[in-house]
């Protein structure tokens, strides 16, 4: 069956870096484009992004250009989200999700909760 | 972009219906069927109901049924039960090539 399985919860302090996994299983990895959403404390959904996994080219949201990036591993079927430079405004849940040519989500990670608190 | 606009609560006695809307521009909901809804109860990841509008994945009830007009589209539970209380999302493809969410809705059962 299809699975999305993210890395544990991190605590950070404010300037350290984070990197953020997403291991995808029972499917061909690079089929489908895999998806960054950000979810704030209390917040709602917020789109970070894609990445092609076929060609491993990164899309970028608005307000997410510049200090993010996505990458790949298509070697072990995992995507990352690494985070430089933390801000206490980072603090948030990270998703990752499977893009279907819809634009839709039909499979989501757990959620990696990243706290940034010194 | 400004988040696709949703009311931020609504509320339904058990066997009711409710209905929420998700209200967006020409240059997505008024452009594309490429509309889908998620629910989120409290602490879980979100969940795929409705999909290019009207679709619904295997697994999810019958109850849940979208629909758009214009720049408005719709999710409609029919039958509302307890389980069904939830925050609801919206989403948009835009002509932009992003994907834009709506604000969530707070679905209360009472």
């Known amino acids: 069956q299809v699975q999305l399985v993210q890395s544990g919860s991190e605590l950070e302090m404010p300037g350290a870096s984070v990197k953020v996994s997403c291991k995808a299983s029972g499917y061909d990895f690079t089929y489908y484009g895999l998806n960054w959403v950000r979810q704030a404390p209390g917040q709602g959904l917020e789109w970070m992004g894609w990445?092609?996994?076929?060609?491993?080219?990164?899309t970028y949201a608005q307000g997410f250009t510049g200090r993010f990036v996505f990458s790949l591993d298509t070697s072990v079927s995992t995507a990352y989200l690494q985070i430089p430079t933390l801000k206490a405004d980072d603090t948030a849940v990270y998703y990752c999700?499977?893009?279907?040519?819809?634009?839709?989500?039909?499979?989501w990670g757990q959620g990696t909760l990243v706290t940034v608190s010194s | 972009q400004s988040a696709l606009t949703q009311p931020p609560s609504v509320s339904g006695s058990p066997g009711q219906s409710v209905t929420i809307s998700c209200t967006g521009t020409s240059s997505d909901v008024g452009t594309y069927n490429r509309v889908s809804w998620y629910q989120q109860p409290p602490g879980t990841a979100p969940r795929l109901m409705i999909y290019?509008?009207?679709n619904r994945p295997s697994g999810v009830p019958d109850r849940f049924s979208g629909s758009k007009s214009g720049n408005t589209a719709s999710l409609t539970i029919s039958g509302l039960q307890a389980e069904d209380e939830a925050d609801y999302y919206c989403g948009s493809y835009t002509t932009s090539n992003t994907l834009i969410f709506g604000g969530g809705t707070k679905l209360t059962v009472l």
């Open positions: 990445i092609n996994t076929k060609t491993g080219n990164p």
């Open positions: 999700a499977r893009l279907r040519s819809g634009w839709f989500y039909d499979y």
């Open positions: 290019e509008v009207t």
